[in-house]
């Protein structure tokens, strides 16, 4: 399913080379971006991935947007967001679609570490299962039976258990596991943050196969050669002038680690 078919960043200029966020892509000769079920945003830091994801939840309005600056005075992030374009994709038979599904949502990294971080502390717990639950639509009157029932006491049983059995990468993986639902774009940040190789290319396989099966969208920004080389997706290399869409073995990352080993052969033989 293509929820989000074309993006275009604004192609307006203001007279100051250095406000956010027009300084980031000034110099970029082509802004827009077609994509697919899964579509990778590559680059090293301060390539602007994060800002177009952002962007990109601004303009679609997406839960998880968050402030660009610190100064409540600055309008260029908004002004420039005003300025971007897109177009919504098609169904499987072809007929288009009205709108983002509600589930869609922005995740960064530090959003999942910050749920890492509630799982670690037991006094969290319960305000962090009752607020995923008000984010579902559940009512005041719900939540209230929620807080007594016995399915909470046993989600936060198994919650204590997953602290002190499973690793930050290993809860990090169960967290985003709970925060995909079918039929959804989601715009991902560097999901593979505390993640191990092994478990970068679990989540990828588990990425590949809710965009097959689950009718899931899904923009990635990331430069780890193992999502890279394992998500069927179309990439798009942010650090070249024209942002041009590329294979994975061509970017300099990749490239990187290929010649770290190439010139460590002798010592795996």
């Not at 610190?70 to 169904?91: K, M, T, V, W």
């Not at 196969?209 to 969208?217: I, Y």
């Not at 780890?224 to 073995?249: H, Q, V």
């Amino acid at each position: 399913m293509i929820y989000l078919r074309t993006f275009q960043l604004s192609q307006e200029t203001v007279r100051d080379p250095y406000i956010y966020p027009y300084n980031v892509f000034a110099h970029k000769e082509c802004g827009c971006f077609l994509f697919d079920r899964i579509t990778i945003l590559y680059g090293n830091n301060a390539s602007g991935k994060s800002t177009m994801l952002n962007l990109i939840a601004h303009v679609l309005n997406m839960e998880g947007r968050e402030a660009a600056t610190h100064n409540p005075r600055n309008p260029y992030f908004i002004q420039f967001a005003g300025e971007c374009s897109y177009g919504l994709g098609e169904d499987e038979e072809g007929s288009p679609v009205r709108k983002i599904p509600a589930d869609s949502r922005y995740i960064k990294s530090e959003d999942i570490m910050y749920e890492v971080k509630k799982i670690q502390q037991e006094a969290v717990l319960k305000e962090g299962y009752l607020y995923e639950h008000a984010r579902r639509g559940y009512t005041r009157e719900q939540l209230e039976e929620l807080k007594h029932s016995g399915k909470m006491a046993k989600q936060i049983e198994i919650l204590q258990f997953a602290q002190e059995k499973y690793s930050n990468g290993e809860t990090a993986l169960q967290i985003l596991d709970d925060c995909l639902h079918p039929d959804a774009l989601y715009l991902l940040d560097e999901p593979e943050v505390s993640l191990s190789p092994q478990n970068q290319v679990l989540l990828a396989d588990k990425l590949n196969r809710a965009a097959r099966f689950l009718d899931n969208q899904f923009i990635i920004a990331t430069h780890s050669p193992f999502l890279l080389g394992t998500l069927s997706a179309k990439i798009y290399n942010l650090d070249s002038p024209d942002m041009e869409t590329c294979r994975w073995n061509e970017l300099d990352n990749v490239r990187y680690f290929f010649l770290f080993f190439e010139n460590h052969r002798e010592e795996f033989l």
